[in-house]
């Protein structure tokens, strides 16, 4: 009696698989991850894309960066530099500070439900405290309410 086995290795994807989970988690603490600037940057351009009806083509081309590469920035692949996102807004009729302080609201949004989901969770008395102090932060400055800080 012969028993025929056939090769099997464990495949490891390259690219991490996409979750159905829209708010990727910091796996050691079960936590939301902190948001990347690149993804908040790309979901602002393409939710103004969207909403204004426009193609990637029609944007790409009004504002001289190859389809591949928009579409790159708007899903957070890419990190791009001041020059590409300052043409991206034009081509929507935004400034470059538009598409900064809505990605800057959407940041401040998305921290302040981590932070409620940290002090929820078990653990919170470890030590860590919360930068933040009472009511939302508005900074102003030179550029309109966008305050930049090194």
Do not use: C, F
């Not at 790159?72 to 400034?95: I, Y």
């Not at 500070?97 to 409620?116: C, F, I, K, N, W």
């Amino acid at each position: 009696m012969t028993s025929r086995t056939t090769n099997q290795a464990d495949v490891i994807p390259l690219r991490p698989l996409p979750t159905a989970d829209p708010a990727p988690r910091d796996l050691s603490r079960g936590l939301p991850r902190e948001p990347l600037w690149r993804d908040l940057v790309g979901e602002v351009l393409r939710r103004e894309r969207r909403a204004q009806g426009r193609t990637l083509k029609d944007v790409s081309e009004a504002s001289r960066i190859s389809m591949a590469y928009l579409s790159e920035v708007e899903r957070g692949r890419k990190e791009a530099s001041s020059e590409v996102l300052a043409a991206a807004a034009q081509a929507l009729g935004l400034s470059l500070a538009d598409v900064l302080a809505l990605a800057g609201e959407r940041l401040v949004s998305l921290t302040a439900a981590r932070t409620r989901s940290r002090s929820r969770s078990p653990g919170t008395a470890s030590g860590h405290r919360s930068v933040r102090t009472a009511g939302p932060v508005r900074p102003t400055g030179p550029m309109g309410g966008v305050l930049l800080a090194a």
